[in-house]
């Protein structure tokens, strides 16, 4: 709320950061599907409400990526084809 009229003065851009988890369940990572979720439709609803004043938002949803903490969702030939962190 603060930063919308700056956002409208210069049809500014807001980039929300999901997850294909988000988009499609998962097992293991409930919590983090429903919050990722929960992204998507308040990115969509920003985007109704704010298009009219011309500001855009977007919402990125990458997938897995491979590091330690992922790694014991995924087999070993699963974890080989994901791109890394760095």
Do not use: W
Not at 11 to 28: D, E, P, Q, T, W
Not at 51 to 62: D, Q, R, T
């Amino acid at each position: 709320q603060v930063a919308l009229p700056l956002l409208t003065a210069t049809r500014g851009h807001i980039v929300n950061i999901g997850s294909l988890a988000g988009k499609f369940g998962a097992r293991y990572v409930g919590p983090y599907s429903a919050t990722k979720h929960a992204v998507a439709g308040i990115s969509q609803q920003l985007r109704l409400e704010l298009e009219p004043a011309g500001v855009h938002v977007l919402h990125v949803c990458p997938g897995p990526i491979r590091d330690e903490r992922t790694a014991p969702r995924y087999d070993t030939e699963t974890m080989e084809k994901l791109p890394t962190t760095a």
